[in-house]
C-alpha cells in the first residue's frame, strides 16, 4: 500500500510539472503575440546584464591565469632541463662545481616555490570567487519562472472577474493561487535585487587583489632568479680567468656566395686557392669596408643564390713560356739576329712556339748562327712571319687544294684542360690536363650557366663520331683557348 502510495504522489507530481510547463508556455506565447501584458522590472534587467557580464570577465581570467600557470610550468621543465645539461658538461677538475649545481638546486626550488604560490593566493581564490555564479544563475532562470507564472496567475484571476457567467468558487481559488504566485516570485525578487549589486561591486576588489598577489610573486620571483643568475655568472668568470689561455680555432667552410651552375655544386680542384676557404670570424663581426671590392653585392643565402664553376688552382708558371731577362735584352742588341721561321699548314705547333715567344737557350747556338751574325752586325731585327690557313665552313684552304676537317656540327672553338675536373653529374665532362675540347654550343642557349661551356673531348670525337654520347658540359675557368 505504501508502494502504491509512493508511485501515486510521484505521477501526481510529475502531473503537475507537465501542467506548470504547459501553462507558461501559453503565457509566453500571449506576451509575444500581444494579447497579455507582461512584468517589467528594468532595475533587475540591468543587474542581470552585469551578471553575466561578470561572469564572462571571470571565466576568461579563470581561463588565461591557468595558461599562464601552465607557461610557468613549462618554463620550470625548460630551466631544468638546462641546468641539468650544465652539470653534464661541467667536468669535475673545473673550478665553482659545487657553486654551479646548489644554483641548480636553488634554481628548481624557486620555480617550485612560485608555482605553488601562484595557485595558492590567485588560481584558488578565482576558482572560489567564480563558484558563487552558477547558484545565483540558477535562482536568477528559476525568478524568471516564477514571474511567469505570476503573470499567469494574474491574468486567471482577471477572466474569472470579467466574464459574464460568475463563479464564486473559481475565483476565490485563483485569488488564493495569484497571492500564492506573488508571495513566491517577491521573495526571491528582493533576495536578488540586494545580491546582485553587492556581487558586482565586489569584482573591483577581487580584481585588485589577485593582480597584486600575481605582481608581487612574480616581483620576489625575479629577483631570487636574478641572484641566482648572478651568482651563476661569477662562477663562470672564474672558470674563465683559469681557462681562458686555452684558445681553440674554428674550421673554415666552404664559400657558397659564388654563382652557380644549376643545382649542381662541382668540387674545387686540388691544390685550390687559398681564397676557395675564407676565414670564419667566431665574433660575427661583419668584414671590413677594405676588404670588399667597390660595387660588390653581399652575400646572398643558398636558396637565393646557386652555385657556381668550382675555382681552379693558381696557375703555373713554366719557364719554357718565359724570356729570360738577358734574352729580352739580347733583342737589342747590335749583334743579335733572331731565327727567322715561316711556318706551313704541317707546323702549327713549331708557329705557335715562335708566337709564344720560346726562345733557344743561351748556348745552343745552331750552326751557321755566327756567321750570319758576322755578316750583318748592324742589320735590324728580323721579322718572324706566321702563315695560318684560312678555314671556312670547317674546309681549310690552302697549298694544293681544300682539305675537309672533320669537325662535330656547330664546332666554335678549341679549348685545353688546364687542370683535372672531376665531374659530379652525368651531363658533365671528366677532364684531366692537357685534353682538348671541342667547343659546341648549347642547343637550348637558355641552359648556358654563366661559367659552364658545352663541348666534346677531341679523342672522343675522333673515336666514336657520336656527339650525343660524348658531349658534356664543363667549367671554363679550368681551360684556356687554343683556336
Partial sequence: MAEMGSKGVTAGKIASNMQKKLTRAQEKVLQKLGKADETKDEQFEQCVQNFNKQLNEGTRLQKDLRTYLASVKAMHEASKKLNECLQE????????RDEASKIAENNDLLWMDYHQKLVDQALLTMDTYLG?????????????????????????????????KKDDTKIAKAEEELVKAQKVFEEMNVDLQEELPSLWNSRVGFYVNTFQSIAGLEENFHKEMSKLNQNLSDVLVGLEKQH???????KAQPSDNAPAKGDKSPSPPPNGSPAATPEIRVNHEPEPASVASPGAALPKS?????????????????????????????????????????????????????????QPAAGAQEPGETAARDAAPSSLPAVVA????????????????????????????????????TATDTDELQLKAGDVVLVIPFQNPEEQDEGWLMGVKESDWNQHKELEKCQGVFPENFTERVQ
Fill in 89 to 96: 658538461v661541467y667536468e669535475p677538475d673545473w673550478p665553482g
Fill in 132 to 164: 558563487q555564479f552558477p547558484d545565483i544563475k540558477s535562482r536568477i532562470a528559476k525568478r524568471g519562472r516564477k514571474l511567469v507564472d505570476y503573470d499567469s496567475a494574474r491574468h486567471h484571476y482577471a477572466s474569472l472577474q470579467t466574464a459574464k
Fill in 244 to 250: 681562458g689561455s686555452n684558445t681553440f680555432a674554428v
Fill in 302 to 358: 643558398p636558396s637565393q643564390l646557386r652555385k657556381g664553376p668550382p675555382v681552379p688552382p693558381p696557375p703555373k708558371h713554366t719557364p719554357s713560356k718565359e724570356l729570360k731577362q738577358e734574352q729580352i735584352l739580347s733583342l737589342f742588341d747590335d749583334t743579335f739576329v733572331p731565327e727567322i721561321s715561316v711556318t706551313t699548314p704541317s707546323q702549327p705547333a713549331e708557329a705557335s712556339e715562335v708566337a709564344g715567344g720560346a
Fill in 386 to 421: 706566321e702563315t695560318f690557313p684560312a678555314a671556312v665552313n670547317g674546309t681549310v684552304e690552302g697549298g694544293s687544294g681544300a682539305v675537309r676537317l672533320d669537325l662535330p656540327p656547330g664546332f666554335m672553338f678549341k679549348v685545353q684542360a688546364q687542370h683535372d675536373y
